[in-house]
């Protein structure tokens, strides 16, 4: 269950959230099993952050930093990502089905079982990926 502190902070600004995580570099925001569904998340700071069956079916990240987050089992059904950074990222299990990650890094990235249905990847880097078992 996510943190309720960490939460409420992220229904904020992108600059507020920024600016908490920099001033607080030891914390990794929990926000495990949260609903984000549909929410404006563009440019946050979400590197190394928790989001272990997160919901964030039709979010808008563009530009979001996710490098080195866990997102196994996460819903990112038709997720906007778009130039997200995605480096180091676990996705394994999760569901990009429909999702865009046109231009989106995803350097390293796990993404062992996640369901890429029509997943849009063009101009995605995937270098280094894991993609099998």
């Known amino acids: 269950m996510a943190n309720l502190t960490h939460l409420n902070l992220l229904y904020g600004t992108a600059y507020a959230w920024n600016l ?16 984000l569904t549909y929410r404006d998340l563009r ?20 530009q979001t930093v996710l490098s080195n987050a866990d997102l196994r089992e996460a819903t990112m059904f038709r997720t906007d990502l778009r130039e997200a950074n ?6 394994r299990e999760a569901n990009l089905g429909g999702a865009d990650l046109t231009n989106a890094s995803l350097n390293g990235a796990d993404l062992r079982e996640a369901d890429m249905t ?4 063009t101009g995605a880097d995937l270098t280094g990926a894991i993609t099998g078992d």
């Open 118 to 121: 029509n997943t849009i990847l």
């Open 20 to 35: 908490w995580r920099s001033d607080n570099p030891d914390v990794i925001p929990d926000l495990r099993e949260a609903s």
């Open 43 to 62: 440019w946050f700071d979400l590197s190394d952050a928790d989001l272990r069956e997160a919901n964030l079916t039709g979010a808008y990240m563009m």
């Open 86 to 91: 995605l480096r180091g990222a676990d996705l």
